[in-house]
Nanobody, 115 residues
Framework: QVQLVESGGGLVQPGGSLRLSCTASDSFFSLYVMDWYRQAPGKQRELVAR???????DFADSVKGRFTISRDNANNTVYLQMNSLKPEDTAVYYC?????????WGQGTQVTVSS
């Protein structure tokens, strides 16, 4: 069982920035596709960003140009840098690790964008 621990959430004003981290317990971390999802109250969980084992990235249209995703395989960590935050970015953010049929979720970290 892979443990994923997110951190870095909090309260930020509109236009501000946050960096989320997700650290995995698995030494095969570099092989996983790593995703960031988010779920706002009353809404379905949505994919925000993805980074493959080879470093390719993809983003939801709503965050393109504002969010970046990166990974540090030496430290089993994936990051989500969020800039120019908007109130509609408010949600619980989850990381997910996928390798073939296996997938694991973190517990989530709250991001609130409000003045």
């Amino acid at each position: 069982q892979v443990q994923l621990v997110e951190s870095g959430g909090g309260l930020v004003q509109p236009g501000g920035s946050l960096r989320l981290s997700c650290t995995a317990s698995d030494s095969f971390f570099s092989l996983y596709v790593m995703d960031w999802y988010r779920q706002a109250p009353g809404k379905q969980r949505e994919l925000v960003a993805r980074i493959t084992s080879g470093g390719s990235t993809d983003f939801a249209d709503s965050v393109k140009g504002r969010f970046t995703i990166s990974r540090d395989n030496a430290n089993n960590t994936v990051y989500l840098q969020m800039n120019s935050l908007k109130p509609e970015d408010t949600a619980v953010y989850y990381c997910r690790a996928t390798l073939g049929p296996l997938n694991y979720w973190g517990q989530g970290t709250q991001v609130t964008v409000s003045s």
